[in-house]
Every structure is written in structure tokens, then in C-alpha cells.
């Protein structure tokens, strides 16, 4: 793996580190700058803007640049006619990933849902301010909600062709099996998951690197056995997450088993330094049952 530029480290992650009132300082930040004229349309020099005040202000949970150029190259290789972000943030990566994906496919669109409606008006400004409006839609409430209502307006088509998970981490695996029950997700698809080692998400990993014998193994005993949120993830994430989902429908909630994956971790660092990765995962078929 490369080493980490520390000279483009971001400030160091507080024990607060997010929704304390960065993310407004961070519009005033950039629509502050005395050559804010110069970068109007320019998704690359917004960038630059948002990474500057990470790095001399205050710590932002941005996918960063090292992570950024793993997916960016992946949406160059997969083209992608519909590209999904679970969880948006400040537009950091929809502004990156949606320039990205404009460029390898001018009819493309990048959808960026985000739970926040703060964060998804301070996205919006940006990716505005970026030039990136006509292919970057931001979506505002719950990623199933936003995934279930933009599935019945037809906004995705046939399937979603890149996906990037980058939002709460018990949502990982329970979005991606939604999405794969709604036929979105389906051979040819492509997943790519932020913060699998830091901080984790060893359900989610477990999920896409199993076989399709063990995945209809774990249906049959949670059909037996009812489930809900991993025991891994901190019993106060589980009960957000029941309370907002419900145990009832996470019980039901078994995927597409039969969905054939070949998953890979490439190792990288969050824009502070610390180590990470970035989970690939290809969706290669579908065996019959």
C-alpha cells in the first residue's frame, strides 16, 4: 500500500466531529473565497476548497483523496449509467464522484441520498456552486426510503450500475439486501463500501464475501429465528436502528441469497491518515435455486 501525504492530513477527528456547525462554516468557508468567481463550475477546484478546509479548520468525515481516486478509477472502468450514494453529507464525494461520473458518461446521473436535510442543502449549494446540477440529484430522508421512493418513480431503470455505501454502518448489508430484493442491485452491478476497517463493518463483509450456499444457509436460520441488528455493531446503533426500521421488517428483509459476488478490499487511508479501506464487490451472476 502507498504511503500517506501527512502534508494533506486533515485536522484531527474530535470526539465531536460532525453536525456541531462545520458544515454551514464550511458554505461560508468557500463562498467566502476571494476567488470564488474562479471556481464556479469547476468540480475540481471545489474540491480543492472543501479539502482546504479540512485540512487548516476542522476535521470533516469526507471520503478524501486517497479513497476518492479508488472509486473515481472504478467509474471510469464501469461507465455507469446510474451511479447511488448512500449518505451524502457536505457533497464531497458527490461533487468528485458525480464530475467522475460525467466524464465517463455524459448521460449518467449520480443520485446522493442523504438523511440530514442540513447536509443535503449545504451538498446541494456545493455541488451547484461545482457546475454539477443536471447529473447530481440530492435526495433528502432515510437511504430505504429514498431507495423504495426512487425505485417506484422509475428513477433508476433496470438496476443501479455503481453504488456507493458510505452512510451508517448497520444500513450497509440491510440497504444492499433491499436493494437486491427490489432488483436493483443484480449481475453487473458494482458496490463500493467506504470505512470497512475504520470503523468497521464486519457484517457487511461478511455478507458480500460469502458464497451463495452459505448465504441461503443464513436465510433459512433467519427465517427460523427472526433477526435484527448484528450483534458487532454497539447496542445503541442496533436500537436507533430497530427503532427507526422496526425488528419486524428487518426479520424480513433476506436479499437475493442467490446473487453470485466476487469482493475484494483496497486498502487506503481517511483524508486524516488513518488507515482504511475500500471494499469492492462485483456482482459476476446468479445461480437458480
Known sequence: MATFDKSKAYQDQDQVFFDDGREVELLHFVFGRPDIDSIRGNPTAVVKAIDEYGRTKKYLMNVGED????????????????????????????????????????????????????????????????????????????????????????????????????????????DLKLCEELRLVRPGSVLAADNVIKPGNPPYLEYVRSSVGEKRKAVAEQKKNGSGVDERFSSKQ???????????????????????????????????????????TRCMGEESQ
Open 238 to 280: 442496533a436500537t436507533m436502528y430497530e427503532k427507526r426500521v422496526g425488528k419486524v421488517e428487518l426479520a424480513n428483509l433476506v436479499g437475493n441469497p442467490n446473487l453470485i459476488y466476487e469482493s475484494k478490499l483496497i486498502e487506503s487511508f481517511e483524508p486524516s491518515g488513518v488507515a482504511d479501506g475500500v471494499e469492492i
Open 67 to 174: 479513497k476518492g481516486a479508488i472509486v473515481s478509477n472504478l467509474i471510469a472502468e464501469v461507465k455507469p449509467r446510474i451511479m447511488v450514494e448512500l449518505g451524502g453529507y457536505v457533497g464531497y464525494s458527490a461533487i468528485l464522484f458525480g464530475a467522475a461520473v460525467r466524464k465517463a458518461n455524459p448521460q449518467g446521473k449520480y443520485y446522493s441520498l442523504e438523511r440530514n436535510p442540513e447536509f443535503a442543502a449545504v451538498s446541494g449549494a456545493l455541488v451547484n456552486l461545482a457546475g454539477l446540477s443536471d447529473t447530481v440529484k440530492i435526495e433528502v430522508g432515510s437511504s430505504d426510503a429514498s431507495l423504495k421512493r426512487l425505485y417506484e418513480a422509475g428513477a433508476f431503470g433496470d438496476q443501479i450500475d455503481l453504488m456507493f455505501l458510505d452512510h451508517w454502518k448497520p444500513a450497509y448489508t440491510t
